[in-house]
């Protein structure tokens, strides 16, 4: 359902160039702000972030935020009473809210974008929205949802989603049909926790059963080859499965990416199956990789933000230069930073581990510049530019620009060189 805005009107706009920027100022040193105050707009010296928009959620009495999904041109704010909370990404505007369920129903990640509006799935249901934000129906598949729904592609109205039903399976679900929505299931032996990968016609599912399937949408599988038509990692995978980025031009070898509990990162050819190469953390990975036209980031336990060359060479004895390190070395090891935000061509942007962003040397991992504010609860992954979008504890969101040449004018406030 959709209702009234809580959203209070404090969004604000920049242009970043040889004009002065008008917008909020994001205070210095608050771990848990409570509101961000105007301040100085001043000539940009050196590298630094400069904050675009600022738009304040209004929450009700105990509601927190629970995560962020850049979704299309849409930010999605998720909380902890199952509110929807849409706001455009370019603008901070609202764009509407929804009470996708009651609190105690459970989650299962942010919304898939179809050619019909979006859908999202909280228990056994589907909910299917309009562009806007107009519930169109709700489809019950019976059994609970285990993971975020995927898309096929973002111009159909199927959906990949894993179900809670005999020890688990995968299935694709066509949200437009109004009886027998379900296409096909198949049986993974183990819950699907985590997304769906979609690379091209492809779709890679992960299971606790530590296996990774590969099929077409007709339900056609594309590793025939291997053992039981899938990949067999060393332990459990509970997060989502990685493809490359969708940019990555078709002449180049396509790769599959996800963690085990086994404590490795392993990286298959798309098209095949085969192992291509993996990295041994050392711990489980719970958490998915995510992956850039040239880098892998990590995050493992204990050890902070591992960044990893995307493709890997190697020398053999003979001095020929191959293409993969069945074995690779990391780029470098962030250990204050625990998840991957955007990237530019100098810079990686994370969340630190005290809830600020860092700017990160992309070659070296030095730390470059750093967020004053350490009341992040929540940043949506960007893979499109290198825009950094977050929302504190409070419910404050912020789009954050990474400026890095001087001359320009803007708030610069959420900078601190180091």
Known sequence: MIRQSRILPKTTLVLVGAMAIFLSFLTGCNNEPQGLVAGPVVEITGPSFVKTWQTQL??????????????????HIETNQNFDHALRAASGELEFFNQVATPEIQTNGGPALLADGFVIARGSGLYLYTRDGRLQKTINLQYTITNQPVAVSPTSSLVIVGLDEMGGRVAEVNVSKEINPTEWEIMTNGLVDGAVAVAGSGLYAGSEDGRVRAFFDDRAVIWPLLPGSAFKSGGQIVCAVRADHPDLKSTEAHGIYFGATDGVLYCV???NGKLRWRYF????LETAPEVTLDSVYQYVPGKGLVALDRVHTMSVPEGEVVDVDPFPTPRWIA????QFLSED???????????????????????????????????ATNLKNATIYAVTRTGVVIAIQPVLEAGSFGEVALASPR
């Not at 990160?360 to 929540?378: M, N, P, V, Y």
């Open 58 to 75: 209004r929450m009700t009495k105990g509601e927190s935020i629970r995560d962020m999904y850049l979704t299309g041109d849409s930010l």
């Open 269 to 271: 050819d798309a098209a």
């Open 281 to 284: 953390a050392g711990t489980p």
């Open 335 to 338: 250990r204050n930073a625990r």
């Open 345 to 379: 061509a100098h810079y990686a942007y994370v969340l630190s581990s005290s809830h600020s962003v860092l700017a990160l040397d992309k070659q070296t991992g030095q730390q470059a510049f750093e967020s004053h504010i350490k009341g992040l609860r929540a940043a």
